[in-house]
């Protein structure tokens, strides 16, 4: 009787043990997937970043001929 329970009590160990296991496996998959889908958005983003056309760098130069033409007209 007393092996008897102890067998049992080995298998619902045994069966506890799979299920964390279970429980880990689906976490480490959601990181993974996470970072995954984060190392994706982050490629795109630089990609976009280097060939996005800076325009800010067309309107300083704008600005600086217009602040040049300001100031020759008041020289005149």
Known sequence: MN???????????TLKKK????????VLWVL????AVAAIA??????YRFFAPDYLE????????????YFEDEEE
Do not use: C, H, P, Y
């Open 3 to 13: 092996i008897k329970m102890d067998k049992i009590e080995e298998l619902l160990s």
């Open 58 to 69: 067309d309107f300083e130069e704008d600005f600086d001929d217009d602040f040049d033409d």
């Open 42 to 47: 982050g490629i795109a983003f630089a990609v």
């Open 32 to 35: 993974a997937i996470i970072g």
């Open 19 to 26: 299920e964390d296991e279970k429980q880990k496996n689906t």
